[in-house]
């Protein structure tokens, strides 16, 4: 059974700082890419942060506050998130990418497995 288990996510003021975990199980391959993703009701999921190839990838929104990280031993996908702002609050979502070939990272359809979420709420 393919899993993946967000959690860290809470309620914290603004400059706050919390990090997100993301245990992938049940995989019975090498992911390609893992990613996080935010939605706040009644908007479209947005891309925060990537990690492919070696490389991490942020939104401008969060560049320079967000660090994105990977344990090999643990399977775990880890997002970093400091400075919390207000607009930060929003359900953080884990996403996995097992399948080849070329793909987009910025969109829910590039990713094949999905967590259930972590809420993430910054109060001023």
């Known amino acids: 059974q393919v899993q993946l288990v967000e959690s860290g996510g809470g309620s914290v003021q603004a400059g706050g700082t919390l990090r997100l975990s993301c245990e992938a199980s049940?995989?019975?391959?090498?992911?390609?890419?893992m990613a996080w993703f935010r939605q706040v009701p009644g908007k479209e999921r947005e891309g925060v942060a990537v990690?492919?190839?070696?490389?991490?990838y942020y939104a401008v929104s969060v560049k320079g506050r967000f660090t994105v990280s990977h344990d090999r031993a643990k399977n775990t996908v880890y997002l970093q998130m400091n400075s919390l702002k207000p607009e930060d609050t929003a359900m953080y979502y884990c996403?996995?990418?097992?399948?080849?070939?070329?793909?987009?990272?910025?969109?829910?359809?590039?990713?094949?497995?999905w967590g259930q979420g972590t809420q993430v709420t910054v109060s001023s």
């Open positions: 996403a996995a990418r097992t399948l080849g070939g070329g793909f987009g990272m910025w969109r829910g359809n590039d990713y094949n497995y």
């Open positions: 049940g995989i019975a391959y090498s992911w390609t890419s």
């Open positions: 990690i492919y190839g070696g490389d991490t």
